[in-house]
């Protein structure tokens, strides 16, 4: 791919640094190999477009700044059918418009990373009210992979983490950044490249004549072919058969869309994190995702400083959802508090979960506000 | 002795697969024997051609075509063909769209990409309707016609694709209709080997909805007839004053100059090309 750039600056930046939120988004973005990114100016997501503009240049990438979100969408998918590692970042208002183009990227199996900077209806203030359609957004059946950084140092790690896992699952993989973090300054140490995981693309061995550019073993996402080599693929949203061509056939459909959906939901073991916090005693435990993990985890000290038993849970993979770990814990436990900064959305998740065996206590707030340790704690004592 | 022969330019169809799904008399075919005819001619690298078609008629074409296409979502071909040609420009990266597809919810990637000179080139069918979903009004539907959404008489004027290109920054933009096969082909070729944003706009029959609503036909002869009637060329149009020309169509070359093509926002270059 001779553009005729010339590099100009380092790709990876290791070291330790005091860095914005945004910033460690696009040093995480850059360091996994991204080299096309396309954005439509939205605050607070801005720096993220703003520092990709110089940075991917110097690199040898390409920046591409849309008329709109639903361009940024599609470039960023032909992009990276094009053999690019691409991305998009983007604010609740526009992560709206690109729910379309989720959509595509989810039937055409084409791996790609969406940051969304969740902000407040119109305004800049902090909110999570946007989990649910990071999840079920767009129209049709498909998975989501969404990972929830809690500090500038994961908003980089995290960032990693989804053009690896994009580029594993074939998915889109959503970055659920929020205002709190996004314009947040705090350290963030990056590693030498040799201690980074990239994951390559993987391209098939065989030759365009036996080559089916949808065919793949069951729950596993299709090898790639490279475009412009003869293997003419059609990468279309209709309903495709394996040779990607688009004559309906009921029994195809069940069976692309099982796959499409079962690679994600049946490696949900081996794709969803999380972090435990004092759940080996744990008589009740919090669970959290984003920002709000910093305030629960305050509380959770707070309460043991009391004596009570309380542990954290925190979900760095929120979508898709950690079925057999969530379940495994309400077994044991008398109560489940779910910290949200929306009007109780993730809770509706965790009580499908956890109500046969414990109650589940809804702990939200919805003012452009994360909450304080001191909120967090005394609902956790009046539900005790 | 009866000798079939085969098409010579069947070749270029995926998995050799006939027939269309085009009706009977429509444009969408003609002109997919045009662009072939065109590459064949030029003998063109077919495997480093990429076509892009969103929904609609048109937007079928690319489904027939032997080469790595991209289909299905209405109006965003232009999205599209920035993202695969700004990161691999050695890749020729043709659109079939329908005016609908194009003018209609992909305007404003329209307008964009013409603004940058995307390297593109973009085969635009105007059948003057909404065909696939039934012959809906749309962007170029004339003043006062009947379809399924205006059944009293269009009150929107219609847009006149090629000036929009030419204004917004297209560097090479033709007009011709499907009735003349000579001019198609020569024009699609200069904007096969144009470096910048072509536009080919050709004026394709509908008979089965545009010409049973509008025109009150499903012939589609007398379709053609129509177009006939109503299109003009440009040098006889450049004589004309503007009432005289009222609503016809203006056929033949409206620009093809040469300016720098898009590669990206930021670029950081050592050097120009």
Known sequence: MDRNLKQKSKRINSGIHFMLGNYAVVEGALTAGCDYFAGYPITPANEISELMSKRLPEVGGVFVQGEDELFSIYSVVSASLAGAKAMTATASAGFNYMQEGIGYASAVEAPCVIVNVQRCRGENFATQADVMQMRWGASGDYESIVLAPSTAQELFEYTILAFNLAEEFRNPVIVMSETTLALMRERVEIPKEENILNQKRKYTSLSPELYLPFQAKKNCPPDFAPIGKGYHILYTLNYHNEDGTIDWNDKGYKKLYQRITGKIRENRNRICKTEGYFLEDAESVIIAYGSEVRPALDAVQMARNEGKKIGLLKLITIWPVHEDLIKEIARNVGRIFVVEMNLGKYVNEIERLCLPFCPVTSITKNMGIIHTKDEIFSAIKEAL | ?273
């Open chain 2, 1 to 273: 002795m009866l000798h079939l022969k085969k098409n010579p330019l069947r070749k270029y169809i995926r998995n050799g697969k006939l027939p269309h799904f085009f009706c009977p008399g429509c444009g969408c075919g003609q002109i997919l024997n045009y662009f072939l005819k065109s590459v064949d001619d030029l003998k063109l690298d077919f495997k480093k051609i990429i076509t892009i078609g969103g929904v609609g008629c048109t937007a079928r074409i690319p489904v027939y075509l032997n080469t790595d296409s991209f289909h299905g979502v209405h109006g965003r071909t232009l999205a599209w063909a920035t993202g695969i040609k700004t990161y691999q420009p050695d890749l020729k990266v043709v659109i079939f769209a329908g005016d609908g597809d194009l003018l209609s919810i992909g305007g404003n990637h329209f307008l964009h990409a013409a603004r940058r000179n995307l390297d593109v080139t973009v085969i635009l069918v105007n059948n003057f309707n909404f065909a696939m979903t039934g012959g809906q009004v749309a962007p170029t539907t004339l003043l006062d016609s009947i379809t399924m959404t205006t059944p009293f008489g269009s009150k929107e004027k219609p847009f006149d694709s090629c000036k929009l290109a030419v204004c917004a920054g297209a560097t090479y933009v033709a007009r011709w209709s499907t009735s003349k096969p000579f001019q198609c082909v020569k024009s699609i070729k200069k904007a096969l080997q144009h470096k910048g944003f072509s536009l080919v706009e050709i004026l394709s029959q509908c008979p089965t909805n545009f010409g049973r609503y509008a025109l009150k036909t499903g012939n589609p002869k007398k379709v053609i007839e129509w177009i006939e009637k109503k299109s003009i060329t440009k040098a006889k149009a450049d004589k004309l004053s503007q009432n005289d020309l009222g609503d016809k169509f203006i056929l033949g070359e409206f620009i093809n100059k040469k300016e720098p093509v898009f590669q990206g926002t930021s670029l950081y270059k050592e050097e120009d090309q």
